[in-house]
């Protein structure tokens, strides 16, 4: 999906977004996979100091972790 419509689809209040999309929309902005343990997979920013953590649940990303 384009990179577009991941963000608007975001920013739209998607209650069920696909952790395989919001992985894309976190790369889109220059994050990158920092680490993983279990179902945690950590993304940092060069110019961001806090973390990124997003949870993957049977294919899902939490909602309240995308917001």
């Keep these: 999906m384009n990179k577009r419509k991941l963000l608007a689809k ?4 998607s209650k069920n977004p696909r952790f395989s999309e919001v992985v894309l929309l976190a790369e889109a902005f220059v994050f990158r996979a920092s680490r993983v ?3 945690h997979h950590i993304f940092v920013h060069a ?7 997003l949870q993957e649940v049977g294919g ?3 909602p309240y972790q995308v917001k």
């Design 10 to 13: 975001a920013l739209g209040g």
């Design 47 to 53: 110019s961001v100091r806090e973390l990124v953590n």
């Design 60 to 62: 899902k990303a939490k």
């Design 37 to 39: 343990k279990g179902s």
